[in-house]
Nanobody
Framework: QLRLVESGGGLVQPGGSLRLSCAAANGFTLNRYAIGWFRQAPGQQREGISCIHSSDGSTYYDESVKGRFTISRDKNTVYLQMNSLKPEDTAVYYC?????????????????????WGQGTRVTVSS
């Protein structure tokens, strides 16, 4: 069974940058899965912020992060480069994997339909 591991979270000042990574554990690779980044702030629902297709390179960004965040992938890892961070970006960030035929916008808009989740990494944007 695929197990996802996120890393790269931490405390950063407003305007700063972080890069999150999502990797497969136990020798699995991610190349058969669309991968999405989701976040959940205290008291709020989990929301999809960026998703990337398994093979055709298509990406989706929520309006709240468009122009500031960039998703990318190689065979074994999916990255989320986060620039110009704002206090409202503070949340626990999760990556998720979805197999099969995937439309990335739908993947991001429907968190409940993911096949696998990581354990999350906390991002705090504060001065």
């Amino acid at each position: 069974q695929l197990r996802l591991v996120e890393s790269g979270g931490g405390l950063v000042q407003p305007g700063g940058s972080l890069r999150l990574s999502c990797a497969a554990a136990n020798g699995f690779t991610l190349n058969r899965y669309a991968i999405g980044w989701f976040r959940q702030a205290p008291g709020q629902q989990r929301e999809g912020i960026s998703c990337i297709h398994s093979s055709d390179g298509s990406t989706y960004y929520d309006e709240s992060v468009k122009g500031r965040f960039t998703i990318s992938r190689d065979k074994n890892t999916v990255y989320l480069q986060m620039n110009s961070l704002k206090p409202e970006d503070t949340a626990v960030y999760y990556c998720a994997a979805l197999g099969g035929i995937v439309q990335v916008q739908a993947m991001c808009e429907l968190p409940e339909y993911q096949d696998y989740w990581g354990q999350g990494t906390r991002v705090t944007v504060s001065s």
